[in-house]
C-alpha cells in the first residue's frame, strides 16, 4: 500500500477520534459542569443535542466545500474549528456562552467524519475499500476508550475547565495534516476535469457547485438509495449516542458503581464496538454491504434488549462487549457504502449531509432516554433502543443496493 494512501488513512483516524474523545467526555463532565454552572437535566442534555445539530450544520457545509476545493484543505478546517472552539469552551461563564462554543464546535465536528471517509475511499484500492474505511470508523473508538479512560482520573485533577483546555491539542494535528497529506489522484483528475468544463461554459453557469446537493437526489434510484442511508444512519446516531451517553449513569444508578467502575465497563463496551468496527469491514469486503448489514441489524436488535435485563457484574461486562459489537460496528460499513453510491462531485457532500443529518436524529437519542429512563425505568429505556433497529433492517432490505468492490465515478 503507497504511503499517501497510509498517510489519508492516518490523518482520518485521528480526525475521527478526537470527536469520539470529545463528546464521550462531554459524557462525564455533565455532572460536574451542572453543578458548577447550575444546569438544569434539560440544559446538561441539550449540550450534547446541540454540538451534533452544529455537526448536521457543519456537515452540509464542510462537505460542499471538500467537493469543491478539496478533501485534505477542508479536513484541516474542520479539525481548526473543532479544536478553538472546544479550547473556548474551558472559559464559558454559564449555560449560553457555553452553549454557542459546543454548537459551533459541533460544526468542526461535523465535516471531519465524512470528509475522512471520502479521502480514505478514494485513496484506497476497490478490494479494500471497506476495511480502510472500517479503520476510520475505529478512530473513533480509540477515542472514546481513551476519554472513558482517562477523564475520570484527569476531571478530579484539572477540572472541566482543564479537560476542554485540552481540546486545543487537535489544532496542532491540522497543520500536520496539511502539511504531509496529498489529495487523492481520482479528486485531483476531477477537479481538473470540472475546471475544464467551467472554463468553457457561460458565466452565469460558473461556481454552480451546489449541484453536489442535487445529485443525492440525482434519480429515482439514487433518491431511494438516499432515503436508505439517512435512516441507517439516523438509528445509528440514535441507538449509539442514546446508549453511550447514558451507560455510565445507568451502571451508576441501577448497581451502585463508581465514576471509574463505570469507566471501565464502558470501556469494555467500547472495546466490543472496536472488534465490531474491525470485523465489519473485513466481512463487507468479502460477503457484501447487505449482507453484513442485515446480520450486525439483528444482532443490534437481540443484544441491546438482552443487556437490558442483565444484572451481575460479570454478565454485565461480557454483555456490554457483545452489545457494542453490533450497536457500533456498523459505523465501519457507511464510509464504503456512500462512497459507491455516488459521483465524485458529490462524495463529500453525500457522506457529510446523510451522516450528519443521522446525528442531528441521533442528537435526540439521549433526551429520548433520558425520558423514558425518569417516566419508566432505564430497562424500558433500552428496550425502546432495541426496538428501532427493526427499521435499519427493513430500510436495507428494500432501499440500499449492493456496491460491493465497484469502482469509483
Not at 453536489?212 to 438509528?235: H, I, N, P, Q, W
Not at 461480557?318 to 459489537?325: D, L, S, T, Y
Not at 457500533?328 to 456512500?338: D, K, S, V
Amino acid at each position: 500500500m503507497g504511503g499517501h494512501a497510509v498517510r489519508a488513512l492516518i490523518a482520518s483516524v485521528l480526525g475521527y477520534a478526537m470527536d469520539g474523545f470529545d463528546l464521550l467526555m462531554l459524557g462525564f463532565m455533565l455532572p460536574a459542569i451542572s453543578a458548577d454552572l447550575h444546569l438544569s437535566g434539560a440544559q446538561a442534555g441539550s449540550l450534547v443535542t446541540w454540538t451534533l445539530v452544529g455537526a448536521v450544520v457543519g456537515g452540509i457545509v464542510f462537505g460542499l466545500l471538500s467537493d469543491r476545493f478539496g478533501r485534505v484543505r477542508v479536513l484541516t478546517w474542520t479539525i481548526l474549528v473543532f479544536a478553538v472552539f472546544t479550547g473556548l469552551c474551558a472559559l464559558s461563564r454559564g449555560y449560553t456562552d457555553l452553549l454557542i462554543y459546543r454548537t459551533i464546535a459541533g460544526i468542526g465536528l461535523g465535516g471531519e467524519f465524512g470528509i475522512g471517509m471520502a479521502l480514505v475511499a478514494e485513496a484506497w484500492p476497490d478490494r479494500l475499500r471497506a476495511r480502510a474505511s472500517s479503520y476510520v470508523g475505529l478512530g473513533w473508538q480509540v477515542g472514546v476508550l481513551a476519554a472513558a479512560l482517562l477523564t475520570p482520573w484527569l476531571l478530579p485533577l484539572i477540572g472541566w475547565r482543564g479537560m476542554f483546555a485540552i481540546g486545543l491539542l487537535p489544532a496542532v494535528v491540522s497543520f500536520i495534516v496539511r502539511r504531509s497529506v496529498e489529495e487523492p489522484e481520482l479528486f485531483v483528475a476531477h477537479r481538473a476535469r470540472v475546471e475544464r468544463m467551467q472554463a468553457r461554459a457561460p458565466a452565469h453557469e460558473r461556481g454552480a457547485w451546489l449541484r453536489a446537493l442535487r445529485l443525492l437526489v440525482a434519480d429515482a434510484r439514487t433518491a431511494r438509495a438516499s432515503l436508505g442511508v439517512t435512516v441507517l444512519c439516523s438509528v445509528q446516531n440514535f441507538g449509539y449516542y442514546g446508549l453511550m451517553i447514558w451507560l455510565p449513569a445507568y451502571l451508576s444508578k441501577s448497581f451502585g458503581y463508581s465514576l471509574t467502575k463505570s469507566g471501565l465497563w464502558t470501556a469494555v463496551t467500547v472495546l466490543g464496538m472496536a472488534l465490531g468496527i474491525w470485523l465489519f469491514g473485513v466481512a463487507a469486503d468479502r460477503f457484501g454491504r447487505r449482507p453484513t448489514f442485515l446480520f450486525y441489524q439483528v444482532g443490534a436488535v437481540v443484544m441491546v434488549y438482552v443487556y437490558a435485563h442483565l444484572s451481575t457484574p460479570f454478565a454485565l461486562l461480557i454483555g456490554g462487549a457483545a452489545m457494542g459489537v453490533f450497536v457500533n460496528g456498523m459505523i465501519g460499513g457507511y464510509g464504503a457504502l456512500i462512497s459507491e453510491l455516488y459521483p465524485t462531485a458529490a462524495r463529500a457532500t453525500a457522506q457529510n449531509v446523510l451522516f450528519n443529518i443521522g446525528r442531528a436524529v441521533g442528537g435526540f437519542g439521549p433526551l429520548a432516554v433520558g425520558a423514558m429512563a425518569a417516566r419508566y425505568s432505564f430497562t424500558a429505556a433500552l428496550g425502546m433502543l432495541a426496538a428501532i433497529y427493526v427499521l435499519d433492517i427493513l430500510a436495507t432490505l428494500f432501499l440500499i443496493p449492493e456496491r460491493r468492490g465497484a469502482a469509483l465515478e
